[in-house]
């Protein structure tokens, strides 16, 4: 079955840090990558997704490149900031009536220091 | 403004009492999912439902029961068969017959004591 296998947290950067969260995947098909992003208390917000190989989707300085020779889709900021302080999901899903749910990662809790 | 609406945010009931969380979107999807998040855990499938009036059990499914009567809501019911219920509740919608992203709720934060 599909699988989605994120870098282990938690993680601590400085701030202005350079930020990498790794994410696998394993899946049949094309399927479209998403990064989400969880605050304290918050449901999940979509961050960012790509829908094809070679895709990269960026929103909010954060970027994700859809490689498919390597199925991976990592997630990088070049300069983080302490709002930045969250959880990351990286997660898949496969357009296949009847069995469409969304496959997660475990997610990361990244913490930035001032 | 389009969007999942989930209340209460927060929930304390007694042992042994049935609960039932709302969860109603104005999105026109047609798939809705719950899901299960405990502390500094990722997030678990309870029950997705792709069309109104059928539903599927997700990975943990047990102590739980839905309902999808209209399009729009997609309540869950933590029953006093679920031997340990407190955590925090999640609901999402998507399009179905694409893999575009789901859409998130606020949560429920769901206390037994």
């Known amino acids: 079955g599909d699988s989605v296998t994120q870098m282990e947290g938690p993680v601590t950067l400085s701030e202005e840090a350079f930020l990498t969260i790794n994410c696998t995947y394993t899946?049949?098909?094309?399927?479209?990558l998403f990064w989400y992003v969880q605050y304290p208390g918050e449901g999940l917000q979509l961050l960012l997704k790509?829908?094809?190989?070679?895709d990269k989707g960026s929103n909010k300085g954060f970027e994700a490149t859809y490689r498919k020779e390597t199925t991976s889709f990592h997630l990088e900021k070049g300069s983080v900031q302490v709002s930045d302080s969250a959880v990351y999901f990286c997660a898949l899903r496969r357009a296949n009536f009847g069995n469409e749910k969304l496959t997660f990662g475990t997610g990361t809790r990244l913490t930035i220091i001032p | 403004d389009g969007g999942i609406t989930q209340s209460p945010k927060y929930l304390f009931r007694k042992e042994g009492q049935n609960v039932t969380l709302s969860c109603e979107q104005n999105l026109n999807h047609d798939a809705m999912y719950w899901y299960r998040q405990d502390p500094g855990q990722g997030l678990r499938l309870i029950y997705y439902s792709q069309i109104v009036n059928d539903f599927q059990k997700g990975d943990i499914a047990e102590g739980y029961s839905v309902s999808r009567e209209k399009k729009e809501s997609f309540p869950l019911t933590v029953t006093s068969a679920q031997k340990n219920p407190t955590a925090f509740y999640l609901c999402?919608?998507?399009?179905?017959?694409?893999?575009?992203?789901?859409?998130f709720g606020q949560g429920t934060r769901l206390t037994v004591v």
């Open positions: 790509a829908t094809k190989a070679d």
């Open positions: 899946a049949t098909g094309y399927p479209s």
């Open positions: 999402a919608s998507s399009i179905v017959g694409t893999n575009t992203e789901a859409f």
